[in-house]
């Protein structure tokens, strides 16, 4: 009888990017990485991407709305060293060369969840993050 190997669990991620506001700024774009550890591999969609650049809306909201697409599932043999989803948001000049992003995380949770809270990282400080951190409709 052949040895059974060790047995792998998956963690679906799906979900988008959709708006936000930032009444400062204007044509920005998001990118996304996912931060794991050695035991866990992505095995279908893309750990990483970049979204198009968007331009406040023209009604009361002044949003910018991305509506970014996030599908990726990964497997392991372990669940220490789970994902962490890492945002950014990032401007450009008049020139048009990107400026320095802003970034927060948020834990992947390995139970079904909805997350909408996002955390600062340390160091990476900017006007923005004040919106990062609260989406439209919380605390309001």
Known sequence: MAAAGPSVFLVMVNGQVESAQFPEYDDLYCK???????????????????SQITSKSRDARRALVWNFPIDVTFKSTNPHGFQAFMLGVTGLTG????WRSSWARAAILLSPSVSRKLHRLPG????????????AGEGE
């Open 95 to 98: 020139c048009q060369a990107a």
């Open 124 to 135: 990476t400080g900017h006007e923005m993050w004040p919106n990062l951190l609260r989406p």
């Open 32 to 50: 996304y990485c996912f931060v794991y550890g050695q035991d866990w591999a992505p095995t279908a969609g893309l750990e990483e991407g970049i």
